[in-house]
């Protein structure tokens, strides 16, 4: 049990250092920043369940919205709940059907949580038009490519590592 710690923490770390990557290289127009940085969140996330084959490893897509608001990439606080349910569901979703192809359906249900929950924010507050344009936006469409190509980035990436039993 204490060596899935440590790969969590570890799959953590390497999250919190990917999200960070916006603010050592700031040049990355947004659009790109998003889908780039995006893709390889999600797929440390399911990395993260597949290796330890803990369903502790959503903590870290509980904890990610943490840092995105922190670092001013997500605008409103009342998001943060939001999006690491979203997150949560992705992560706990893609560890119980790695093997089937519902695993596609993992991006699917973190949109429809993120977008669902973004308009009930934005209609409990009283948000600029751009604002709410700009967070459904974020909260639609992009997510589900960004959480398709982190599937298929740790599907790629699963098969050069080692398996989880080699750890344990």
């Known amino acids: 049990m204490k060596r899935i710690w440590t790969m969590l923490a570890m799959f953590l770390a390497i999250a919190l250092l990917v999200q960070s990557i916006r603010l050592f290289i700031p040049m990355i127009p947004g659009p790109v920043n998003m889908f780039l940085i995006g893709s390889l969140l999600n797929g440390i996330m399911v990395l993260g369940i597949w290796q330890t084959g803990s369903r502790w490893a959503a903590v870290i897509g509980g904890l990610l919205p943490l840092g995105a608001f922190v670092q001013g990439q997500l605008p409103i606080v009342w998001m943060i709940p939001v999006v690491a349910a979203g997150n949560m569901a992705f992560i706990l979703w893609a560890g119980a059907f790695r093997h089937n192809s519902l695993l ?33 936006f974020m909260m639609s469409w992009p997510q ?25």
């Open 104 to 136: 596609y359906c993992a991006p699917v249900i973190k949109t429809g949580i993120l977008y669902g929950g973004a308009r009930a924010v934005c209609q409990l507050l009283d948000l600029p038009e751009a604002m709410i344009a700009l967070l459904l």
């Open 144 to 168: 589900l490519v960004t959480g398709t190509v982190g599937i298929v980035l740790a599907r790629k990436l699963s098969r050069k590592l080692p398996l989880p039993t080699d750890f344990l």
